[in-house]
């Protein structure tokens, strides 16, 4: 594989979310509550802090990039970015100006990692979007993007989103815009991540399955003639620190299975890293050894532990890994 990987893990942590309450505003976050994660994140010396995205989910779900704006006041150090934003859902234009506001403000800590969905079909139709349209409509939008980003006057002539004579200004802090990371498992959504993306964040697939996909991109790199300096490479992983694996399981498929509506539990075992902090090492190492360079952890489970998951995998997990980092 030719693909140009980063050296050193990093690992980061994605938006922690209560199960859904049958009065909203007694799940509504008290502000504090969503200041001290991020304080915990930063000073338990994570690299990064993701935020996930939902129009509509079985769970009450904040906006990504919202989200990002406020956790980067909290912090300057960590990197943030999105774990996928759904871009075929808006338009990508004002967009581009939310990105490169939250780029200019965060002076460059941010990654815009961009996907379909799919799963949650009526997102598409509540957004006036034909679902079948979606993966046309990311290849077009990231184009729209990184030609607005930058700062100077273009036009584009693209089946859903033209415009002509646009300069949008300021630009982003880093020339040329936030790298770009594509989501998604399917054939398609390699392809694209290999053809136009600067970055791949997978989700719900094996260490194999990983290995595997990223050769499917190397080949769409290389077929597209494209000389990358550097290609990254993230995963969204279920976590759960526990001194039973047993005990793990079940406290992140119950949590998992509310938010997806559905039964999580073999998905769940298959695909997270539970247990005993060595375990959860050497899951994480799996992934590594497929090609992964930055993690982001799903610490699954009952959300007022949320302080303790992020204590623990700090204090117990991280430094069975430190010769990765």
């Not at 993230?234 to 949590?255: C, I, K, M, P, T």
Request: charged share 25%.
């Amino acid at each position: 594989m030719d693909l140009p990987l980063n050296k050193t893990l990093k690992i980061g942590v994605s938006t922690m979310h209560r199960r859904s309450e049958p009065n909203p505003v007694q799940w509504l976050p008290k502000i504090d509550e969503l200041v001290q994660m991020v304080e915990q994140v930063d000073q338990f010396g994570y690299d990064s802090f993701w935020c996930g995205d939902h129009i509509s989910m079985e769970i009450p779900f904040l906006d990504p990039l919202l989200q990002i704006a406020q956790a980067a006041v909290i912090s300057r150090r960590l990197m943030f970015g999105t774990c996928v934003y759904l871009l075929p859902l808006r338009h990508p234009t004002p967009v581009a100006k939310q990105v490169a506001t939250i780029d200019l403000l965060t002076e460059g800590r941010f990654i815009f990692g961009v996907g379909v969905g799919g799963e949650f079909p009526q997102e598409y139709e509540a957004c006036g979007v034909p679902r079948n349209e979606r993966g046309a409509r990311l290849a077009e939008g990231i184009g729209v993007l990184r030609r607005l980003w930058s700062g100077e006057r273009v036009s584009n002539d693209g089946k859903f989103y033209p415009f002509k004579d646009v300069r949008m200004t300021p630009p982003p802090y880093q020339p040329g815009g936030p790298p770009i990371w594509c989501g998604g498992r399917a054939e398609a959504a390699l392809q694209r991540a290999g053809q136009i993306g600067d970055g791949w964040f997978a989700y719900a697939i094996t260490p194999d399955m990983y290995r595997d996909g990223l050769a499917v991109i190397d080949n769409a790199v290389r077929a597209a003639g494209r000389k990358l300096e550097t290609f990254g490479t993230a995963h969204l992983l279920f976590a759960r620190v526990s001194g039973s694996a047993e005990q793990a399981l079940d406290e992140a498929s119950e949590h998992l299975s509310v938010r997806y509506g559905m039964d999580m539990r073999r998905a769940t075992k298959r695909y997270g890293a539970l247990g005993a902090p060595a375990d959860v090492a050497a899951c994480i190492r799996a992934y590594h050894d497929a090609g992964v360079r930055h993690i982001a952890l799903d610490l699954a489970g009952p959300y007022e532990r949320r302080h303790e998951q992020l204590e623990r995998f700090a204090n117990e997990v991280r430094p069975l890994l430190q010769d990765l980092m």
